[in-house]
């Protein structure tokens, strides 16, 4: 299959294909022929495109080099003046593009940009002999609803895609830290897949393009994987960043909501209260993610937005004290397919021989009422929102935008309607706690997906991730460094499926589809414990890895 | 008037008539006859009842002393064994019962049951040497929807009474912390006015029967007024702490929403997401709110209901940093009468004249549009659940509720309308958090009512307090000293109203109606600043008092 049609996007009516096609002639006039792959390779590409960065000749050792570092290394080198901001973003940039190339994970590419914001870094630098803040000269790659002063951004339909005419409070916050953006990536219509095809054509995951990225972050989740940036903000409603982020095997925190600032994001459902999406960062390292999340409360988002709320991350010293972690297998509703449940058997074993942490077997609790409330949650108006979005546009509903907004979840409510499901959803919250409280566990190891990488096109399982939405409790997920092999990771018996999403999601194991797809685990901690579940996944992958 | 007609309660069908006189005489008869007031003097009283006590002759010049503490002195008499928990709560307990023949402030009378937990209290004490907890022996009263095991509670309707079979979270808290319950106070039909009328009966203000104590915490308001309480938990959702409090010359906070236990309160609309409500103290000194916030805190509720933030309640040293006051005589909407204005000119002369403050003239920002979205957001569902509340019980529907509930404000919605007042009310709350932050102010004072106590059944106006539900800022109300004074407080002329509703709350003002009714004033500082809004209104008394 051409690349080109692997990497379709949404279809629709004349007017909208005319449009599309000057969209996505924008974006391709914007690589830069100099940074331009043989089309060739690009029709013959192996599975496992990782490697086409290192092997394409486009990127100089040093530049190489500089796209091996993680964010707190490139911060630590710019600050010291062992990198310039400008190096740093052309490296990452020129990365960037070849990983659109071999992915489709971009959808605005503006790197001269970047080098210029790099340079006045830069000189200030020379000039000051100190940096303007805690990302000064970091490359941040950000997803395509969230949007940056003159870029192209949207909100998940093709009829609302713009050229934003300011930063959000996101991109203004980390632009004030000293940030350089250079790119925006791709995530799918409605921005409710785990998966990512959108109107500008459809992400493929870096290590086995027959399977996804995830979604709806996966357009970073992808550039990430590629090294084409090191830090990219994603945002997560069921698993938005989590699902992407352990599909491509890199690292990943969806905050507690309302810790990090979403204002002016672009969203068609404003106003919506039943489940609050959240906001962070996709990144190279577990160190990553609190660089991240401390710059950003270092500039005190809640004073600019007053829909956030100011607990302070907490920096536990976990030597002092047994953490007890609870280990769960599956959520009683759909099994792991077999790379999952051999990354949770190490990790279980590694974990019970080491003196630092004790384990539990953590005991869901009703996670298909869980999944079913936040189903109902996403759309009280029945769908009829995301249905207008689309007749505005001229784009046709893809398959996933189908089942996200489909009965018998997704239903028209009125009022007292939106009440009594409210009340539901309460009423679990405490159930869950009241028995997370009954376990006595600090944090939660469990899968982030039953599986690794779906097929596209299949992921209509979110229970894993977005069980913790509906929760709001924050979850990270990181690389176990396992990958999907056919050899060792053969289909095992278990009997009688547990649903018919069990039934599904077996049907879909095949060894062979999944080769290589990097195998991710996740960590939760209890609501607002953010800066716990960061040092327990520390420790956690310290003790599997060691 | 006869006591009786002015208290008069809730009407009904003929069952529901037949109900209530067994619910009344249930409360009538847990008033034991040797705490009973002459019939005559009930029929004959002055307009301001708080004299009534001392006077009586029922409590011992010790006990008498005893509630004039506040609940801090409680605590630590009873923590060094000074007090026992049982003479304190009989104090208590029998000013309760006086309060309650002269304002009509109880639901519910078991001083039986305080004193036996008190006999545990003392026991353990002796026992042990020390105390259970920062609340050892504190009698604390209970709005009438915040259940208390075994005791009589509602939601807000004659249909909805019940005797609970559980404390909610709040009384379990409280309870372990060591306080003693042994009353329960009324509150409004709907729990949403401003007045203090249930099928119970109208609680009047003590300091001036022909005004309302406020509501709906006005049993407790009342209650406390008369020293037959020293703290007493309210709930606020459009001013139902802070409004009380400053009609009869208390302290309260409404703290920051979901900060504060909520769980298991009775209310007729679980579920609704548009605005939150809070609870907290109302109390006899400022330093009381913070022994009760600090108290309850330190049981971290968090861990108990997964709905709470965790935000630490901070101690800000004052003397270190020159608090920027901004002053707001009037919201723009509805000018304040002239008790209140006095009031807020001796306080800006008074804060104007102190080297520890800077004071800035406030500007408000819109707050007729504030108040328009709160009380559009109070029932939409077009009001139709309190219909059914009422007919479920065969109970009339009080002017006041009927008025709530009325359009254009309340109007049914359905998802979509819901989410354009949820996104209406989002862009206020960013807008005024923008104007504030312009202002540079770091806590406004302002009046908590266009006035002192109002007339019963006129209150409409909820501007001063509701829009800091709205806007989940917390608010601390404080006694001035100064109390309506007709020969000071004469009507002034302001040219033409602001609004309809200032030209009605104009036409209620009678310089002689007014006579003897205290007034408060109203510090409130950003979301989240709770700790900030004590130290600060702490710090205006002492100015204003010096």
């Known amino acids: ?177 000293g940030a350089v953006f250079y790119v925006k990536t791709n995530q799918p219509q409605t921005i409710m897949h785990l998966e990512c095809q959108s109107c500008y054509g459809r992400t493929l995951n870096p290590y086995n393009s027959a399977l996804t990225p995830g979604g709806s972050s996966g357009g970073e989740a992808a550039l990430i994987a590629m090294k084409g940036s090191c830090m990219g903000v994603g945002t997560d409603v069921g698993g938005s960043i989590r699902g992407p982020c352990a599909h491509c095997g890199i690292y990943g925190i969806r905050p507690t909501s309302k810790t990090m600032p979403m204002g002016g994001f672009l969203w068609y459902q404003p106003g919506q209260d039943g489940i609050h999406p959240s906001t962070g960062p996709m990144c190279a390292s577990a160190r990553d993610m609190r660089l991240f999340l401390e710059a950003v409360l270092s500039a005190r988002p809640s004073l600019l937005d007053p829909a956030l709320i100011p607990v302070p991350l907490a920096k536990p010293d976990l030597s002092k004290t047994k953490l007890r972690v609870g280990v769960m297998f599956h959520d009683g509703v759909v099994m792991p397919h077999p790379p999952m449940l051999r990354a949770l058997e190490l990790a279980k074993a590694k974990l019970q021989a080491s003196p630092l942490v004790e384990v539990v077997d953590f005991v869901p609790y009703n996670h298909d009422e869980g999944y079913s409330i936040t189903r109902s949650m996403y759309y009280e108006d029945g769908g009829k929102t995301v249905r207008e979005m689309l007749k505005a546009g001229g784009e046709d509903i893809l398959l996933l935008s189908e089942w996200i907004i489909s009965p018998p979840h997704v239903v028209e409510h009125d009022a007292i309607a939106m009440w009594k499901l409210h009340d539901r959803r309460d009423t679990f919250r405490r159930a869950y706690s009241d028995h997370w409280n009954q376990q006595g566990v600090d944090v939660l190891l469990c899968p982030p997906f039953p599986g690794t990488a779906a097929r596209h096109d299949t992921t209509t399982y979110w229970g894993y991730t977005a069980i913790f939405n509906i929760l709001d409790y924050p979850g990270v997920v990181f690389p176990t460094g396992i990958k999907a092999d056919p050899s060792i990771d053969v289909p095992r018996d278990f009997g009688s499926p547990m649903s018919p999403a069990d039934e599904y999601n077996r049907s879909l194991y095949d060894p062979q589809i999944f080769v290589g797809a990097p195998v991710n685990l996740q960590v939760i901690a209890r609501r607002f414990d953010d800066g716990l579940a960061l040092a327990a996944q520390e420790l956690i992958e310290q003790i599997i890895k060691a």
Do not use: N
């Open 1 to 177: 299959m051409s690349f080109q049609l692997k990497t379709q996007g949404a279809t629709g009516d004349a007017a909208y294909t005319v449009k599309v096609k000057a969209l996505k002639d924008r974006l391709e006039s914007q690589i830069p022929s100099y940074l331009r792959l043989d089309p060739a390779l690009i029709d013959s590409l192996p599975l496992d495109v990782t490697g086409i960065p290192a092997s394409s000749g486009l990127l100089t050792p040093a530049e190489l080099a500089i796209t091996e570092l993680d964010a707190t290394a490139v911060c630590a080198k710019i600050a010291s003046g062992e990198l310039t901001a400008v190096a740093t973003v052309t490296a990452f940039g020129k990365r960037a593009a070849i990983a659109h190339q071999v992915t489709a994970c971009l959808t605005d590419f503006f790197l001269d940009e970047g080098i210029q914001r790099a340079k006045e870094l830069d000189e200030y630098f020379q000039r000051e002999g100190k940096v303007t803040g805690p990302l000064h000269g970091l490359p941040i790659s950000i997803k395509d609803h969230i949007p940056i002063k003159g870029r192209w951004g949207s909100g998940g339909f093709f009829s609302i895609v713009e050229q934003s005419t300011d930063d959000c409070d996101m991109t203004a916050v980390l632009r004030s830290l």
